[in-house]
Nanobody, 126 residues
Framework: QVQIVESGGGLAQPGGSLRLSCAAS???????IGWFRQAPGKEREGVSC????????YYQDSVKGRFTISRDNAKNTVYLQMNSLKPEDTGVYYCAADFVNLCGNRMIGAARWRYWGQGTQVTVSS
């Protein structure tokens, strides 16, 4: 059974850091895996992703230079290191994966991704 479990959210002050983890299990293979976020009243937006087939990494412009995505294949876990956090980074962060390569020069929209975690809340506030 495919399962995606996020962890690591919480409260951080502006300028602070958090590291999110995404543990994926039950997959024989997936190509794209990444992070979306959704702020209250807003659409779910792609933040960052990694493609297994070609190694490409994508970052949304607003997080470039602040967030770093990485993976530990032995643990089937993907991480999102978030530094220099801003209040506008607040939202529920979701990990998603798919058999299709949905991660390249841009991150394909949320509706196309098949497998999702339950989300973890990130709040950036002083």
């Amino acid at each position: 059974q495919v399962q995606i479990v996020e962890s690591g959210g919480g409260l951080a002050q502006p300028g602070g850091s958090l590291r999110l983890s995404c543990a994926a299990s039950g997959f024989t293979f997936y190509d794209a895996i990444g992070w979306f976020r959704q702020a209250p009243g807003k659409e779910r937006e792609g933040v960052s992703c990694i493609s297994s087939s070609d190694g490409r990494i994508y970052y949304q412009d607003s997080v470039k230079g602040r967030f770093t995505i990485s993976r530990d294949n032995a643990k089937n876990t993907v991480y999102l290191q978030m530094n220099s956090l801003k209040p506008e980074d607040t939202g529920v962060y979701y990990c998603a994966a798919d058999f299709v390569n949905l991660c390249g020069n841009r991150m394909i929209g949320a509706a196309r991704w098949r497998y999702w975690g339950q989300g973890t809340q990130v709040t950036v506030s002083s």
